[in-house]
């Protein structure tokens, strides 16, 4: 059954290249509009242009997170990421031709893990160490439930498909953590061994 429409958050045309840059960012993370030209292959002075647009107080879809000194270079990179206003319009919306939601189940899977990183855990370490955050920078108010929740909402129809692709994050994370903790348990033997093993080594080299 087709859902209820949400009202736009734009005029007539969709907004594809605004669209585009807030999907860029969820999926890779921070960006800056270097970053973000080669990902879209699109040309730097239409990113400049939509990212000036994007970032300005009246949209406000976007945000300045800090500068990132280029390698070898003393240029720095502007790097940007989602707002919260950002995040809800690209989690509760979809495109109107197809009327397809702007993340795919896949895609918002790989939002969610890059949201936590990047937005909850990266936050607290910030306040831990006392860093002072680039000036005006804001977390979102929202954590991976609220977003599930909004995507769920307005994507009923793909609650399976995302209980799948959840099930296959989740199980890879599993398999990861798995092979960590052999790692783990195969450096404290060797920890453990090690003194005997330069103890022996130490009396063939008498002999």
Known sequence: MKQKPIELWYGKKEPITQIEILKSIAINGYQSKTILTNNLHSKITTIDTIVGKMNDYNHGLIQIHRKEQQENKKAFHIMFSLTEKGIKILVENKFQDSDK?????????IFLNNFKRDYIDKFKEVKEIKTELISGWTPPKLNEKNILDMYIDSNPQYKIALGNELSK????????????????????????ELPSMIHESIENSKK
């Open 101 to 109: 939601p702007y993340l795919e189940p896949k895609e918002l899977v």
């Open 169 to 192: 994050y989740n199980s890879k994370l599993g398999g990861l953590v798995n092979k960590i903790k052999e790692a783990k348990a195969k450096l404290e033997m060797l920890e453990n």
